[in-house]
């Protein structure tokens, strides 16, 4: 197989040199593991966790009218940010099925950042570019930026260490502009794993210095690389869905049990009135975590789901917990059968094992 | 990586260890720092009837479950049901306790036709 068409990001070597298993995902060559999944899951738990996610697209979207227009391309409020803070939104299609769920920042009066999906950022590019008002301008700076989440319940400590103690972390979904070693780098208290933690920006020039500073600072408070296995099963634990697998254009937020990141008060917006139907009338399936009730196989993406006897959906991602040590899954079910409580049966190669609906999240910090 | 030199192997990364007639079946060192962190073991009934090359176990990681194949013909003759409980077992001793089951092999000479340790060696180089 040729890996010529694969992107890698400015922290290609370093994952190499740390000898990372790399793999395909999407375009790109990520790592999926430094040491051990399960290590790297409970290095995040308990401790600290770093990600490469320099394959994160990034569009920065500017003008006097961005704020106006952003408003209509998502359905989240752009208004109620205020400079240096963020929000969780979605941008839909006509049908209000969902292309791309993403973290919209205002980092100047007239400045937006969006943070897109590596597998999507080609697609919403062209999307937003294709509806872009007249006096918004828009940029991809994906390629000259990369990216770190930092997650766990060190993070505070850590960035303390490297940046001294008169420091403060911005507050939950709050970013700030500063200096590292000299290094201009953004810090956004955010992240995918339900832990306390930050995602990082910063120059693709500075993305092994800036690493490898993490990493050595780091060592005290028993940081770990981590791969895209850990930062599956950790967001998975928190029910945080996956764009591809959990979330598609054929589905929309509504049916995602996600509708707290879309404001229906607003007048306008691309799949608006598909929302405003899927809230008064209730839609046909929903979104829900399911845990396995036995020791068995873990459940994984396209598994059936059944109910007495009937297929009624399949999974849409699956895989062990690391926290719980149990398998652990969501899947679109029937809305009148989807409630935490009910008793469904996961089909693993050809036999059907217990399961039963959960609400979310399927993991809490003791 | 370990490869012992006393054992046959499969393209497949089974290793074979010849009992008399029998034939001990577990996954190398490579295969497993390949798997990595095994969750679950999907064990063969005992008296299956295995064909070479044929699907017969299942090994399961978080990240995905891998097909474990019979290296050559035989019955099912014993299974490792410490793996029930802990199947980390294989990555911690693949070729000792973690082993997954034990053929009645149709025709023992049929190891013959198996990778030595200096081939295996070379096709995991």
């Known amino acids: ?366 | 990586m370990n490869v012992p030199d006393d054992l046959f192997y499969t393209e497949s990364h089974e290793w074979v260890r010849r009992e008399g007639d029998n034939a001990r079946v577990g996954i190398t060192d490579h295969a497993q720092a390949e798997l990595t962190d095994v969750v679950y073991v999907e064990l063969p009934k005992v008296g299956a009837q295995a064909e070479a090359r044929g699907q017969i176990a299942v090994v399961e990681s978080v990240k995905a479950a891998s097909d474990i194949y019979a290296p050559v013909k035989g019955t099912v003759l014993e299974v490792n049901k410490a793996l029930e409980g802990n199947p980390a077992l294989i990555n911690t001793d693949p070729f000792g306790e973690g082993w997954i089951f034990v053929l009645k092999m149709a025709s023992p000479d049929d190891v013959k036709q198996l990778k030595g340790a200096a081939a295996y060696r070379a096709a995991i180089a």
Request: contains cysteine; aromatic residues 8%.
């Open chain 1, 1 to 366: 197989m040729s890996d010529a068409a694969q992107k890698k990001t400015p922290l290609y070597e370093e994952h190499v040199r740390l000898g990372a298993k790399m793999i395909p995902f999407g375009d790109w060559i990520m790592p999926v593991q430094y040491s051990s999944i399960m290590e790297e899951h409970q290095a995040v738990r308990n401790n600290v966790g770093m990600f490469d996610i320099s394959h994160m697209g990034q569009v920065v979207a500017t003008g006097a009218a961005a704020a106006e227009w952003l408003n209509e391309m998502l359905t989240n409020n752009v208004e109620k940010l205020e400079v240096g803070t963020g929000q969780y939104t979605f941008l839909l299609n006509e049908s209000g099925g969902i292309i791309d769920d993403l973290i919209v920042y205002r980092t100047a009066p007239e400045e937006f950042l969006l943070v897109v999906n590596a597998s999507r950022a080609g697609e919403d590019f062209a999307w937003l570019e294709r509806h872009r008002a007249e006096n918004v301008s828009l940029s991809n700076r994906s390629a000259g930026f990369g990216g770190v989440a930092i997650q766990g319940p060190r993070v505070v400590e850590l960035f303390h260490a490297l940046l001294g103690d008169e420091i403060e972390l911005p507050a939950r979904n709050h970013i700030v502009d500063c200096k590292l070693n000299g290094m201009d780098i953004s810090i956004a208290r955010t992240g995918y794993t339900g832990e306390d933690g930050v995602e990082v920006f910063f120059f693709a020039k500075d993305a092994a210095k800036f690493w490898n500073t993490v990493l050595k600072t780091g060592e005290q408070f028993g940081i770990k690389p981590c791969g895209l296995g850990s930062r599956d099963t950790l967001r998975l634990e928190m029910c945080y869905p996956l764009n591809g697998s959990d979330l598609s254009p054929e589905h929309n937020p509504i049916e995602a049990g996600l509708g707290f990141f879309v404001d229906l008060k607003k007048p306008k917006f691309i799949g608006r009135e598909v929302l405003v139907q899927a809230k008064e009338n209730g839609t046909a399936h929903r979104l829900v975590p399911f845990r396995m009730k036995s020791k068995g196989p873990p459940p994984r993406p396209h598994y059936g789901v059944w109910l007495a006897s009937e297929q009624i959906g399949e999974a849409t991602s699956g895989t062990l917990s690391p926290s719980l040590n149990q398998g652990i899954g969501m899947a679109y079910l029937p809305t009148p059968q989807a409630r935490a409580g009910t008793e469904i049966e996961i089909e693993i190669r050809g036999q059907k094992f217990p399961a039963v609906i959960e609400k979310k999240p399927l993991y809490k910090k003791p």
